[in-house]
């Protein structure tokens, strides 16, 4: 008799998971509530807003042949500024890390790991270039003007030292463009080529002392972002129409 009624509840249970659901009937747990595309689309903008938020309030910033003093002033009168600029960066690498994360599962072995080696090096070095930038404007005043200028120094050199990081995960996709079958579009293999070059050439900035190429200067904070950032848009909107692509979704449910 016991046997009969745990049969029967077995049964009855099967078939309920079984049955479609239907009016607000609840979901099923395991049901994801954002899939990898909007995560992505929300994550770039997000990433791309706190970039230009965080330049934005920078404004115009000493150069690398400014004197000691200037440098110590201009701290003084933007330590506000500086703060905020370290304070979107701290958000900018979460943003940036689940654009890497979820572009990575677009790309084939061993293109994808070299490509987040690259993304993880470029969140570590900004992360760097951002602390001098918040440590200098803690206290300004106090800071001597010689301190502050080795300091601002250091964070220069995040520009023409950031090529290295660029260069890989550019490389590292472009390259899948250079197959006779190649997984991503003529469109985006050529501004990978276009930016790939450029920031070859940007590191030539380690040399630099002043004018375009000094470290911190045009070519890097102009130049050589603009690129960086199409090339980066560009692989944002291929990952984009890529994981709509049905074989891709399976793999990553």
Same mark, same amino acid.
């Given at each position: ?43 770039? *903008? ?5 970039? *230009?938020?965080?330049?934005?309030? *920078? ?195």
């Amino acid at each position: 008799m016991h046997l009969q009624s745990a049969a029967r509840s077995v049964s009855t249970a099967a078939a309920l998971r079984s049955r479609p659901l239907r009016g607000n009937q609840r979901r099923p747990a395991n049901r994801r509530w954002m899939s990898q595309r909007t995560a992505l689309a929300i994550a770039a *903008l997000c990433a791309g807003a706190l970039y *230009l938020v965080g330049a934005i309030s *920078l404004g115009s910033t000493p150069k690398v042949s400014d004197s000691p003093a200037v440098v110590a002033r201009w701290f003084i009168d933007h330590r506000d500024a500086a703060r905020l600029y370290a304070w979107t960066a701290a958000f900018a690498s979460l943003a940036f890390a689940v654009v890497a994360g979820i572009v990575r599962g677009v790309l084939p072995a061993p293109s994808r790991d070299v490509f987040l080696l690259g993304a993880g090096a470029f969140i570590a070095e900004t992360a760097v270039q951002a602390w001098c930038w918040a440590a200098l404007a803690l206290h300004p005043a106090a800071t001597r003007p010689a301190t502050a200028r080795v300091v601002l120094d250091v964070a220069s050199y995040w520009g023409p030292l950031l090529t290295g990081a660029t260069t890989t995960m550019i490389g590292a996709v472009t390259v899948l463009g250079l197959r006779s079958r190649a997984p991503i579009p003529h469109w985006l293999t050529g501004i990978g080529l276009v930016a790939f070059a450029e920031q070859a050439v940007e590191t030539i900035t380690v040399f630099g002392t002043h004018g375009f190429i000094a470290p911190g200067g045009a070519m890097n904070a102009v130049l050589g972002a603009a690129l960086t950032a199409i090339w980066l848009a560009g692989l944002v909107v291929w990952a984009f129409q890529r994981l709509a692509t049905p074989n891709l979704q399976a793999q990553s449910a």
